[in-house]
């Protein structure tokens, strides 16, 4: 059989590139964000097409730092090209709003690292998903009752189809028997397809990508340890000490394969990439400049650190409003983050957060009675913000219809279906939109020349679309960024 693709994958299960926050991204000649409209009041909205990114990262960072900005009401709208890309999307966004009477801080960082990087999870991760899928089967299948569980989420522009295929995702999901997603050995079928005759000596082969590679390209924070664990097993991050042994389905897809018979047939595996890992989205970039601190030219923390700071951070701010503040003590330590900074959080997201548990309850008991036999309880309120699925691929078909002529003012464009980025497109963009191209720099498998290469190539689609560099590109940038000036 064939490899199923490079080490890239034929899915992005994460990014490759780091995390924003897209309101902030909205450049300062966009003046299309304060042109009034017909009864003369400025725009109080913000809308934001993302297309492939693989996850859902821009969408909680710039939900968690909203209150950083002017308020604006955000609609974020998603195209990806797998259903099961959409279905981690609603189970990551379903956890990060978790409220605190239901999941602490600590519970939902470790929780979310694990969903997000690893392929073999604890058993009480792997009950968690069983649990939310059985609650995205009924939001799936009744729509209403999805409003009233998960507000911030709409379904409703998906195909019927799609959310059928998306229930049987979904039921793949809550099956109880590992067997049918061993993930050890489809993993380590994918690491001897791809390597070839270096499996024997992978070591060496990794820690090459690592040294000559990462670290080269700015990624220095990623240890040997945390690299050579995940390119050998495809487990990024153990925050907990715990037995890793449930197999991680949410990063089961399907894909068809040809045979040596030449007959093509249908397969469950893990096909996404196995190279660069889901280290830079969230852990090398940071707001918080102790943790890049070094020792001996060593630096102390790594990038299982930094991404449990970020998503700690995100989850303190998403929940309170408040940006957080990393204690002294912990700054000053030289010892993991994972239990001070995490429990530090916790207890001040307690106090913080008091007054803001107290106006709600309420909202709480009302919401639990009103669908006693469903799962229901009030996640976070985000009542400003939206983020609509669109239908899987549908970049190309909906430029033509009304209500999305010029409405996007961020746009975000990944690596993997930048190719569909064409000047049939030009219409939907407001006037002075930002655009945001993720560029290779990530992709261990392409070279600095195909980067550069790579990275003209999309300055010159985006010139064909009505779009204006920026900014000069230099090698070092994961990001191309764009103004729209029109025809």
């Not at 710039?62 to 900005?69: F, L, S």
């Not at 090398?284 to 020792?295: C, D, G, P, T, V």
């Not at 060593?298 to 951070?313: G, M, P, R, Y």
Request: one cysteine or more; a negative charge.
């Amino acid at each position: 059989m064939s490899s199923g693709g490079e080490g890239f994958g034929s899915i992005t299960w994460w990014g490759f590139s780091p995390v924003l926050d897209l309101q902030n991204e909205v450049l300062e000649s966009n003046s299309s964000m304060d042109i009034p409209d017909e009864d003369g009041k400025e725009s109080e909205s913000l809308n934001i097409l993302i297309v492939g990114a693989g996850d859902c990262r821009h969408i909680i960072k710039t939900i968690a730092q909203r209150k950083r900005h002017k308020h604006k009401k955000i609609h974020f709208y998603v195209i990806e090209n797998n259903p099961e890309l959409l279905a981690r999307h609603l189970l990551l966004m379903t956890l990060a709003v978790e409220p605190q009477d239901k999941m602490g801080l600590q519970e939902k960082t470790e929780l979310f690292l694990e969903i997000y990087g690893n392929t073999l999870i604890r058993q009480q991760t792997y009950q968690y998903i069983q649990d939310k899928a059985n609650l995205f089967i009924e939001m799936t299948a009744d729509l209403d009752y999805a409003d009233e569980r998960m507000p911030i989420v709409d379904m409703s522009q998906m195909k019927h189809k799609e959310r059928d295929i998306l229930q049987g995702v979904f039921k793949f999901w809550r099956e109880a028997d590992p067997r049918y997603f061993d993930v050890s050995n489809l993993w380590d079928h994918r690491l001897r397809c791809y390597l070839g005759a270096r499996y024997d000596n992978r070591t060496g082969a990794f820690d090459w990508d690592l040294n000559m590679k990462l670290h080269e390209i700015g990624a220095k924070v990623i240890s040997k340890l945390e690299y050579l664990r995940w390119r050998e097993k495809g487990i990024a991050f153990e925050a907990r000490e715990g037995v890793y042994d449930r197999p991680n389905k949410t990063l089961s897809s399907g894909m068809f394969i040809k045979t040596r018979d030449g007959n093509t047939v249908p397969m469950r595996g893990y096909w996404g990439d196995m190279v660069t890992g889901p280290f830079v989205t969230f852990g090398i970039e940071s707001e918080e400049q102790s943790l890049y601190k070094l020792a001996n030219g060593q630096h102390i923390k790594n990038s299982q650190d930094i991404t449990l700071h970020n998503l700690l951070a995100l989850f303190h701010e998403l929940q309170t409003g408040a940006k957080y503040e990393l204690p002294p003590e912990a700054a000053d330590s030289d010892c993991s983050s994972k239990v001070v900074e995490i429990e530090d959080v916790e207890m001040d997201a307690e106090v913080t957060g008091e007054n803001h548990e107290h106006d709600e309850d309420s909202h709480h008991a009302q919401q639990h009675h009103k669908h006693k036999h469903k799962e229901f309880y009030a996640p976070i309120q985000c009542d400003d913000v939206c983020v609509h699925f669109l239908p899987l691929n549908c970049l190309n078909n909906i430029h033509s219809k009304t209500k999305f002529q010029k409405l996007f003012n961020v746009v975000f464009m990944s690596t993997s279906m930048v190719q569909q980025f064409h000047p049939v497109l030009r219409p939907m963009f407001a006037n002075d939109c930002t655009l945001i191209m993720e560029l290779a720099t990530f992709i261990l498998d392409v070279n600095k020349d195909q980067a550069s290469g790579f990275a003209k190539r999309v300055t010159e689609m985006a010139r064909d679309v009505g779009f204006e560099l920026a900014a000069p590109i230099n090698p070092a940038q994961t990001f191309a960024r764009f103004v729209f000036k029109g025809a």
